[in-house]
């Protein structure tokens, strides 16, 4: 699936159908479809008619394109989610969380503490949404995808705090090693744009799912991403 071609059909749909280059769009068509005796008749009576035609076809493939598109990044978070299950959800899960509790956790500040009590209440949130997505019924569903994206999606964000809680539980050392441990996150975001700002260029000429998921994991370590990043990896098809 090459994304930037995609990209290209959806700026020529949503351009205004005064601006459209007709040529374009029948070479698009043509790229799509293989067809070069419909190219050759397209490009023989360029009219009105013709032109509603390839935005119709264009249309239609492009629904398809972007549902494909978004059926993959389902299944690449559907995997995330299995790993994560292995890790978090498996049954002696309740003897890691006895194993990581500090020996001086009565001690800790209150909301130090409070992190250790929420992820005890998050792993369980975390059981229940995977039982669901594991007993969701996709037979009938119109598109089984969108059924599972929103349990996923949680999944996955649940993870992300589950891990931030216990990286500031098992690192807190007071108020200065509070400061040393923003500082730490503070760099390791700035080394994860670097990362990815290197990366970028490398995945435009071949994009792979290997460089796609490092790059999403630095992109997961930065702190506040700026719009242009976001963007950036938007349109390279990342996010």
Known sequence: MDNNFTKQVQEWLNAPASQRDYNAGAMMLLKLTGNKIMHHN???RPCEKNMLFIEYQLKKRLDFRLRQMTHEQVEEMQLQVETIAKKVLTPNSGEKFKAGKRDD??????????????NLSIVQKMRELHLKLRTLSL??????????YPFLKELITLDKKLHSNWEVYDHYTGADGEKVLTEDLREQSRQAVRMINLNKGKYAKKPTKELKSKILTWYGQVINPTDKLTADLKSLGIL
């Open 105 to 118: 956790h009565d001690s800790l500040p209150d909301e130090i503490q409070a992190l250790y009590v929420e």
């Open 42 to 44: 397209l490009m023989l």
């Open 139 to 148: 037979e009938n569903a119109t598109c089984p995808d969108s059924e599972r």
